[in-house]
């Protein structure tokens, strides 16, 4: 019998930074965290021991220092861009790098009508994030929202759907539908007006939702994912995953009361899940 | 030997309710968590296991349901209140109830200039919460602010410290100082217009963080504590637990490189941990 | 109107530290967390800015590291005596210092029927706890076990209780019982022989727990405090907080099934939460 | 421009049971959490909004415990297997069903030398996992090992490492090496006595971890999955991710005291992670 190694990768996760840019008028404060993977000739450190073809993960994380210490973080699909030809060029042992940033976003503090210009609260737990895949020949780059958490109030129903031995669910025209849309998109090349883009996928993203005469999670999914490839030219597949966060409808009729589709309890668990994936052809 | 059942008290928990109220011309959405907590004449249940004086906890969740169907549970002061004068009225057994609730925010979806009526998303990670704690003769109200995390990368310094034998933090003039701000103040009566006020605290607890030249984090929560009981009146006492989300400057020195007090790692353990409260006198 | 700083603290949060005593047969692990607060005369800080009172807490995370170097952090009861004796010590500023600790517990990895001297694995997710709080004329010494989760599947009913107008409760003779047990306890003075302690309370605790004729978690709670005041000399307090981690029988009518008391949910949200003081007279 | 629907699939996540089996001597718990996905012909449902081939993910949920009750949840795999064998059968627009199953374990409390037959506590917060993936000609069982966190305090080295101009980290061949174990491997066929290869996987992992002289973490996992393959002939793949979860030496130098490799930090990011398969040839 043998035995061989198959797919590996190894790296750093987690690497968190925090980069002040502080401008004339006003600070700019970039808060990320950064996962890096190397693919590549590992064998001989996996069967062997032998270390020599291993950069230490250590050294990714002062990497990811060092490259800011040139110039800012921003927009991060550039940062993973340089991050991911750094590692390249300078480890011929590599077959690919992929560079993972996700962003927390922050906003300037409000005082009467006025940003404050080195002040600022978080905005939200929705974050940016990007992925660069970059081999000798190619650079790959994704996009994407996580944790953007939203919610219908109308124009949301469930119905017609198959019925089997064990579906005891009522059909409705009239239900809440929540969701946290993770979404993530591919860009056509390795250059993009990226800020603009992912604040246009954002507000396409929002208002299909809003808008939408939803019959299910898959048809108002459907319906972000084309608004999105419709409007947005530099992107060529787009993917979601939204947990459905279902609210069900209380029922007072025990107690003697009518619950006129305004009281729901939510519940994380247990929950549906829908992915798709659009792509344009 | 005797031993006696001292302090003591039951209840639910992580009670979920979302609540939309269909307005004429658009939905507002309650998004609420509820704890309920009883103190009062249990011994029998502990010692004896005799349950005739104890309430289920599941009928504690069935009144927060039944109790918004008469009307919103808007502020959440108010529904607290009616929750704990309900349990009171009805349950000579108790001697004290405590209703916590806390408040996931949601704001209208935006399209264009233009609120959607009836689309949601979440308005970040900070929470509103209140707990009141009622007994027969007395009515308390506190209400808070949780989770919301603010950064300054200007007017921030730590130094004249005290020194020991273990002391290697290095002085600074500039450091950048976030925190999560966790406040809760207590009202003076059962009645206030609790919303505004609420509004009002935020506000004031943010322009405070932001303006002030802080030489410390317990200087800045003084700042933050005096700022709200100058300003608002119906307020006797408020309380912060504010964790030092330390920003650690990164030693580039070590790659030939200068940190020009731009690039930081944010750490989220260990972490300092300031609480205070402030009282009118 | 005069403004005053009330009750105050502050310290460092979440130092953890894994300590490997070399022994000449084997390793031993100690796995831990501390957290340190000081509270006394912090006035000036608050007030005007001014940190010399103000011990950094850096130099607690410091303190730590240094003081374990002078011997194992073990018993934890011990080094956190040792810490807030250390503290109170060298800063006349201080009133009270609390030392708290968590321990994640390891146990050798068994080769065989053979206890690997190097080589250790997780012992579970229970904690072991401690909390000292000592003043210049006091200490006192609180322990614990946290996340200790078990089950019941026998001999625990919940009937018999009080009804009102939205109980919908159905009563049980057969139900399951689950729970995640947090217990703290007092020791009488500042030494105890605390590991045999930790071990014969966790033991007393199970096997009341599992022994247990159960009416309600108010009557297991009693039932477990009573068997550890009464074999445990050396406390005189114990503290429960138990949840109720529901577990719901699943109605398989509805699929013209029976459900003969095997098939359940667990639920998270919203749970009971029962919380009690025993106290020796 | 086109837009095409491309890989897509909905499901039902976190569907918690707890089965107890209650057999003459003792009870028998079974604690599982299972995700169900359905892949097949749902374009109806994303373009139109037509849900007639969409069996709702209530129903999935339903089945769980409707299937449950034909018998018990044991081994996971095998239910695994009759969940997805269930649905392909009844469902003609599917192409392929994954079933997924985490178990959380448990274990008798023991008394003086006893097991008690209806009470119970958690066995750690270590998981066994199983994974079905079924289509009309094929189904494949993979299973696994997650949340097993273990740590070496010796024979860990880790150095001869490739340097570059960012490269600080010092070597060392004496250091600590912690992991979470994540494993999953693929059986070659469809039955297999999966009790007793689990816990002999697991029992291979551990005494491989345990003796390995480790030059990496990358070297140990080659060692841990070379090892299960030779021991268990049923198995063809099996795979790793393994963070590494950084134990770093402090620096007591600073207070003119010496660390003898014995006082550590742990922290949990950044982290390094080290991923691969291994194959039989």
């Known amino acids: 019998m043998g035995i061989r190694l198959s797919a590996n990768n190894y790296g750093k996760s987690r690497v968190r930074m925090v980069q002040v840019v502080r401008g004339r008028e006003r600070n700019h404060l970039k808060d990320i965290s950064v996962g ?18 291993i950069l230490p993960t250590d050294t990714m994380k002062n990497t990811v220092y060092a490259l800011a210490a040139e110039g800012p973080a921003d927009p991060i699909e550039d940062f993973a861009s340089k991050l991911s030809h750094h590692f390249l060029c300078n480890n011929p042992q590599l077959a690919s790098v992929r560079v993972e940033i996700t962003e927390n976003l922050w906003t300037s503090i409000l005082i009467g009508k006025k940003l404050h210009p080195t002040s600022f609260m978080r905005a939200g737990q929705e974050k940016r994030t990007t992925a660069v895949i970059a081999t000798r020949s190619q650079l790959r780059i994704e996009s994407g929202i996580d944790d953007l958490l939203v919610m219908k109030t109308a124009d949301s129903a469930f119905d017609g759907f198959l019925r089997d031995a064990f579906t005891t669910l009522p059909e409705t025209r009239d239900r809440l539908l929540a969701t946290v849309v993770k979404a993530t998109w591919r860009y056509r090349g390795d250059r993009a007006p990226f800020d603009a883009c992912w604040n246009q996928v954002r507000e396409t993203i929002l208002a299909a939702f809003a808008r939408h005469k939803s019959e299910s999670v898959q048809h108002t999914l459907y319906a972000m994912g084309e608004a999105v490839l419709k409007r947005q030219k530099a992107i060529d597949e787009i993917r979601f995953s939204l947990p459905n966060k279902h609210c069900l409808l209380v029922d007072l009729s025990r107690f003697g009361l009518t619950n006129n589709n305004e009281i729901f309890v939510p519940v994380d668990e247990p929950h549906g899940l829908i992915e798709a994936t659009l792509r344009r052809t």
């Open 36 to 53: 890096i993977q190397f693919s590549g000739d590992f064998d001989a450190a996996h069967i062997k021991g032998d270390n020599r073809k």
